[in-house]
């Protein structure tokens, strides 16, 4: 597999007032291409900072930050948004969809942000929704919401998906199912998968587990058999 992500030295720091708190303290791991990947640590470690740094929506404060072989550290504001919109899936603990689109309407959205011609109704069909096309947020369980979600993302078909927390609002048997989907797009659709949990149970799913602990990493371990999410016992 090759390397897709490299992180060399990444430091950064917040300013508030005089006080500069470093929430990324020398950061380095690489991951590769179709890696599905597990980031854990406890609350303040600095994860959604490292999804944040990762996902273009913010700047390191010193250190490389490589993708593909471009060097995100050094893009302006305009490469950025053109950074997140080719490479980057975003799939949040809150679905963020749009209450007054349909699901199919959600997933199509991209067309406008991205160029790239967008089937709404296979991709809907992917995720198991294609009952569900014009239905609105509202109309739909949690789990399908977060479904549509993550249509919305694979839409594009981004480099990676970031999840930040994307089951804590679910319950564990939908949870399972929305992990079960973000692991088959790692193994047999060569997406790159990117998850933040507080659950170290999914850790036994992951290629590969990068812990952070006061904005540094503690351990980074790799799973030569890792499990699949329905096997876990949670
Ligand atoms: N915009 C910001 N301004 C100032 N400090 C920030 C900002 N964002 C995060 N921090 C601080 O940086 C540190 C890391 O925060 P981060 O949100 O990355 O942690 P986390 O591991 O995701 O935590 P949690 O599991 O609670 O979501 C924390 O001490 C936090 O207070």
Redesign the pocket.
């Known amino acids: 597999m090759s390397t897709l992500i490299e992180f060399k030295d990444v430091v950064k720091e917040?300013k508030?007032g005089d006080h500069i708190?470093r929430?990324m303290d020398n950061v380095n791991f690489t991951i590769d291409e179709g890696e599905f990947v597990v980031i854990l640590?406890?609350?303040?470690?600095?994860?959604?900072?490292?999804l944040n740094l990762l996902g273009g929506l913010d700047s390191a404060t010193s250190g490389q930050i490589v993708v593909n072989g471009e060097h995100v550290e050094n893009f302006n504001d305009n490469e950025l948004t053109k950074y997140r919109a080719k490479n980057v899936g975003f799939i949040f603990q809150f679905y963020n969809l749009i209450p007054n689109l349909t699901a199919i309407e959600n997933v199509e959205l991209m067309k406008d942000i991205v160029d790239v011609n967008i089937d709404g109704k296979a991709v809907l069909n992917s995720v198991g929704l294609a009952g569900h096309a014009n239905q609105f947020p509202a109309q739909l369980s949690g789990g399908e919401q977060q479904r549509v979600s993550i249509a919305r993302a694979v839409a594009k078909q981004p480099a990676m998906l970031l999840c930040d927390e994307p089951t804590g609002a679910l319950d564990s048997n939908t949870g399972v199912l929305i992990l079960n989907l973000l692991q088959d797009m790692s193994n047999n659709r060569n997406t790159t998968v990117i998850i933040?949990t507080?659950n170290a149970i999914l850790a036994e799913a992951a290629d590969k587990v990068i812990r952070?602990k006061n904005?540094q990493i503690e351990d980074i371990a790799i799973n030569e058999h890792p499990k699949k999410v329905d096997e876990l016992e949670w």
């Open positions: 917040y508030s708190l929430a640590g406890p609350s303040g470690a600095g994860k959604s900072t490292l933040v507080h952070i904005g």
